[in-house]
Antibody
């Protein structure tokens, strides 16, 4: 059974940093691209960042470019999202999602339960 | 930046057919996915590559995409189909979601 479990969310003041983790199991992690998608409470889905299976390519939404960094550890089956210079508008549930492909962007075919990041003083 | 537009809400009676639209410039030239999100849960993929159903998704879910509009059709809608539905596509290596459609079954 494919499982994705996010962790690392919490309450953080504006301007601070946070690292989110996503533990993957039930599939060959280093065969697939991975993504982060977020959802502000009561709002719609917003794509955040994506990474190829081998980390050769990463893409970011304009709203987070230069502040967030996506990375992965294929030896440990973990996906990460480093969040810096956090703003109130970054408050959201952050979902880890698996792609159906390894080296192109296709489909978010499995999602984790999400972790909540709240940016507030 | 590329945009996908969905109606905010749609109501259908049980057993009726629901059609949720998603519009975008030359959307027919891209692959569209659809996600179902029930209250308090994570999204679930229900249609990918315009019209394909993942395993475990009921046959009453179908999709199409042509011109500037993609459509998710739910035939014989059931109460369990009440949820938010999001369309999604890729444009220049950027993921784009529609604003979501709240489907009410009453």
């Amino acid at each position: 059974e494919i499982q994705l479990v996010e962790s690392g969310g919490g309450l953080v003041p504006p301007g601070r940093s946070l690292r989110l983790s996503c533990a993957a199991s039930g599939f060959t992690f280093d065969d697939f691209a991975m993504h982060w998608v977020r959802q502000a409470p009561g709002k719609g889905l917003q794509w955040v960042a994506s990474i190829y299976w081998n980390s050769d390519r990463m893409d970011y939404a304009d709203s987070v470019k230069g502040r967030f960094t996506i990375s992965r550890d294929n030896a440990r089956n973990f996906l990460y999202l480093q969040l810096t210079s956090l703003r109130a508008e970054d408050t959201a549930f952050y979902y880890c999602a698996k792609d159906s492909s390894g080296s192109s962007w296709h489909t978010f075919d499995y999602w984790g339960p999400g972790t909540l990041v709240t940016v507030s003083s | 930046s590329y945009e996908l537009t969905q109606p905010p809400s749609l109501s259908v009676s049980p057993g009726q057919t629901a059609g949720i639209t998603c519009s975008g410039d030359e959307l027919g030239d891209k692959y569209v996915c659809w996600y179902q999100q029930k209250s308090g849960q994570s999204p679930v993929l229900v249609i990918y590559q315009d019209r394909k159903r993942p395993s475990g998704i009921p046959e009453r879910f179908s999709g199409s995409n042509s011109g500037n509009t993609a459509t998710l059709t739910i035939s014989g809608t059931q109460a369990m189909d009440e949820a938010d539905y999001y369309c999604q596509a890729w444009d220049s290596n950027t993921g784009v979601f529609g604003g979501g459609t709240k489907l009410t079954v009453l």
